[in-house]
T-cell receptor, first 114, second 113 residues
Framework: NAGVTQTPKFQVLKTGQSMTLQCAQD?????MSWYRQDPGMGLRLIHY???????DQGEVPNGYNVSRSTTEDFPLRLLSAAPSQTSVYFC?????????????FGPGTRLTVL | GENVEQHPSTLSVQEGDSAVIKCTYS??????FPWYKQELGKRPQLIID?????GEKKDQRIAVTLNKTAKHFSLHITETQPEDSAVYFC????????????FGKGTHLIIQP
């Protein structure tokens, strides 16, 4: 199993540009989520999904959209990038919907918005 | 929602000594408390976790203790080694579980040779 994969690894955008960060998992996990990590802030939840067709907002959802058309994929869209969205983005998944299941992280995408 | 506080933000210990990192949480319904280790430029990796039906869990040199009454949990690393140098994050789930983990802000552990 590849586990949780993310593309791209690095990305530089100009203010106002849009882009999609890709996330995929091959473990047949129901639950997937996106976090952003900023220096000194830990990881903060952006959006999550409990299954195909179902998404919900986390702690910091503004400026981001998600969709879940398949169990495997959970892309994160930035509609109009802003410098405040410069961060490292991690996708994560876990097997079940119970909050006690182990969560696995992807390798991350480092995004810079100029 | 859940709030997780983590201390200290930086911890420097001599190689071979023990290190302790402490976290408190606010949601009394939280029942899952993982600890992640993150090396520079890498993803967070789960090193140990505890569920609220136990008070302590050990895995070789690493242990976690949980006090549900006081709403705090701690990571203990014994006989520290240079490869233990990293940033460590504690986390807690929200009571319902569906909306993910809330993380502490991290502890930078430095092992002095």
């Amino acid at each position: 199993n590849a586990g949780v994969t993310q593309t791209p690894k690095f990305q530089v955008l100009k203010t106002g540009q849009s882009m999609t960060l890709q996330c995929a998992q091959d473990m047949n996990h129901e639950y997937m989520s996106w976090y952003r990590q900023d220096p000194g802030m830990g990881l903060r939840l952006i959006h999550y999904s409990v299954g195909a067709g179902i998404t919900d907002q986390g702690e910091v959802p503004n400026g981001y959209n998600v969709s879940r058309s398949t169990t495997e994929d959970f892309p994160l869209r930035l509609l109009s990038a802003a410098p405040s969205q410069t961060s490292v983005y991690f996708c994560a998944s876990r097997a079940g919907l119970a909050g006690t299941d182990t969560q696995y992280f992807g390798p991350g995408t480092r995004l810079t918005v100029l | 929602g859940e709030n997780v506080e983590q201390h200290p933000s930086t911890l420097s210990v001599q190689e071979g000594d023990s290190a302790v990192i402490k976290c408190t949480y606010s949601d009394s319904a939280s029942n899952y408390f993982p600890w992640y280790k993150q090396e520079l430029g890498k993803r967070p990796q789960l090193i140990i976790d505890i569920r609220s039906n136990v008070g302590e869990k050990k895995d070789q040199r690493i242990a976690v203790t949980l006090n549900k009454t006081a709403k705090h949990f701690s990571l203990h690393i014994t006989e520290t080694q240079p490869e233990d140098s990293a940033v460590y994050f504690c986390a807690a789930n929200s009571g319902g579980g569906a909306d993910g983990l809330t993380f502490g802000k991290g502890t930078h552990l430095i092992i002095q040779p």
